[in-house]
């Protein structure tokens, strides 16, 4: 099992990124994916959140409205689109893909966004 994220670098502040997740070795539409996110001294916390059956999205709020996840399971990845990117973003990025009680983590892509 792979997930190997790319896409993350530094930024501006009110820049964009990309950030995509090429995930293998398991079957990827049956797993939720997600994007979460940890900043130097702080939590892990969750970024977004694509269910594998309909596609349905959840945010944290200070992510929503500036985050966008999406996923294309014919190329087993899943993306993540942050705009309006702000200082307090800066964190290494991490996917995950969980179904029951499986899950498997990325080793993240580190965002800075620093004038």
């Known amino acids: 099992v792979q997930l190997v994220e790319s896409g993350g670098g530094l930024v501006q502040p009110g820049g964009s990124l990309r950030l995509s997740c090429a995930a293998s070795?398991?079957?990827?539409?049956?797993?939720?994916m997600s994007w979460y996110r940890q900043a130097p001294a702080k939590e892990r916390e969750l970024v977004a959140r694509?269910?594998?059956?309909?596609?349905?999205?959840e945010y944290a709020d200070s992510m929503k409205g500036r985050f966008t996840i999406s996923r294309d399971n014919g190329k087993n990845t899943v993306y993540l689109q942050m705009n309006s990117l702000k200082p307090e973003d800066t964190a290494m990025y991490y996917c995950?893909?969980?179904?029951?009680?499986?899950?498997?983590w990325g080793q993240g892509t580190r965002v800075t966004v620093s004038s």
């Open positions: 070795g398991f079957t990827f539409s049956r797993y939720a």
């Open positions: 694509i269910r594998s059956a309909g596609g349905s999205t």
């Open positions: 995950n893909a969980a179904w029951g009680v499986l899950g498997y």
